[in-house]
């Protein structure tokens, strides 16, 4: 017997719903909302990599859900999402960044300093696979935000599932790649993020829950 359709609940997402929901999610507070806007006017064409502004709350509380004191970042791009989980971190917590660009994170630490919480963060300038692989191997991470170039993300999973602390938690952004996951003949990140999708989905040392939130996000929770 064929199971019934899934039924659809979502209603439709019109900019008037979306403001509602940042409405009523905590507000970003100044220097969050002056670094949108700065990421915006000076990289106008790359933007899009920016965190969506209801991703800064959650990760920040998911921060502070789990006493997180040892986070990573695998791409910080302008630093959003580092800011917004670094400010939720207590004040001996520290957050190891991960990019390839002195350009998109000049702006990073312009705004980390503005915010205070500079010290609780290392950036590293390097392929985050290195970054990862020289990090030590028993379980130590609390927290990791995955958001960097997507033919790695399994890769970056390999590295940082070890890593976790049992508890611990990994939120992977744009699991949804704009909706072409659902598409089998799609190719290139979309492909790559399907495979990721079934790799989490297969891995039982984790037990991880997909959200609609923005272009997707999955939170695993290391077994």
């Known amino acids: 017997m064929t199971p019934p359709a899934p039924r659809d609940k979502r ?6 719903l979306y403001r509602y929901v940042l409405d009523h999610n905590p507000p970003l507070d100044p220097v969050l909302r002056d670094l949108v806007e700065t990421t915006r006017a000076r990289f106008p064409e790359r933007a899009g990599m920016q965190s969506a502004q209801e991703q800064g709350p959650l990760l920040a509380f998911l921060v502070r859900l789990i006493g997180a004191r040892r986070v990573v970042e ?12 670094a400010r939720a971190l207590p004040a001996d917590g520290t957050l190891l960044a991960c990019d390839v660009s002195e350009e998109w994170t000049a702006v990073a630490r312009e705004f980390w300093a503005r915010a205070g919480v500079a010290d609780r963060i290392d950036l590293r300038i390097a392929p985050a696979l290195e970054t990862l692989r ?3 191997a ?12 997507k033919g790695n993300y399994v890769n970056y999973w390999e590295e940082l599932v ?4 049992p508890g611990g938690l990994l939120v992977a952004d744009n699991v949804l790649y704009h909706g072409e996951v659902a598409d ?5 990140s979309a492909a790559a993020i399907r495979a990721f999708n079934d790799h989490v989905v297969a891995d039982e040392r984790t037990e991880a829950i997909m959200l609609t939130v923005a272009d997707g996000v999955t939170i695993a929770r290391r077994r």
């Open 184 to 188: 089998p003949d799609a190719g290139g």
């Open 138 to 149: 028993e379980p130590g991470i609390d927290l990791v935000y995955l958001d960097a170039d």
């Open 162 to 165: 070890p890593r976790l602390r």
């Open 11 to 16: 209603p439709l997402q019109t900019p008037e």
């Open 134 to 136: 020289a990090l030590p």
């Open 74 to 85: 695998v791409g910080t791009f302008t630093g959003f999402s580092a800011l917004a989980m």
